[in-house]
């Protein structure tokens, strides 16, 4: 599975649960208004129907369910990119812009490779954004 729609799978329905639910539903719709006009409006149905189930599983604390929530979403995207490999570019814009978009103020990164090596007491930190350690 391409790593752009494991990423938006899980973004999609982690946004489900969030303030910005409105515009991530919006954008998957209209991914699939450009590739199957047909369908949109069921998956715009659909996104409905699983945030109800995300939201429930939110409440019940069962991360369990909302991460099998997002296979299926990632499948039918997977299935969007196998018809159209162009829908990379807009299925990661999507993700960029609106599932996942970078706090303001700060670029994203695409990725971030960190390696560290200590021998004896030593000690290693590490973090892709702020770290604060409080040591006594």
């Known amino acids: ?10 973004a999609l329905v982690s946004a489900m649960a969030t303030d910005g639910w409105q515009a991530a539903r919006d954008s ?18 659909e996104l409905e129907i699983v945030r109800g ?22 499948l039918r995207l997977q299935a969007l990119l196998r018809e159209d ?11 960029d ?5 970078a706090p303001a103020g700060q670029a994203r990164v695409g990725s971030i490779v960190m390696e560290a090596k200590a021998g004896g007491q030593s000690r290693i930190y590490q973090a892709g954004q702020d770290m604060h350690i409080n040591e006594r």
């Open 1 to 10: 599975m391409d790593r752009i729609v494991v990423a938006a799978g899980k």
């Open 28 to 45: 998957a719709v209209s991914l699939w208004r450009r590739a199957r006009p047909a369908e949109a409006e069921a998956v715009g149905a």
């Open 53 to 74: 189930q995300v939201l429930e599983a939110r409440a019940d604390g069962d991360e369990d369910t909302e991460r099998a929530l997002a296979g299926p979403w990632q």
């Open 85 to 95: 490999p162009a829908m990379a570019v807009e299925i990661q814009r999507v993700l």
């Open 97 to 101: 812009e609106v599932l996942r978009p």
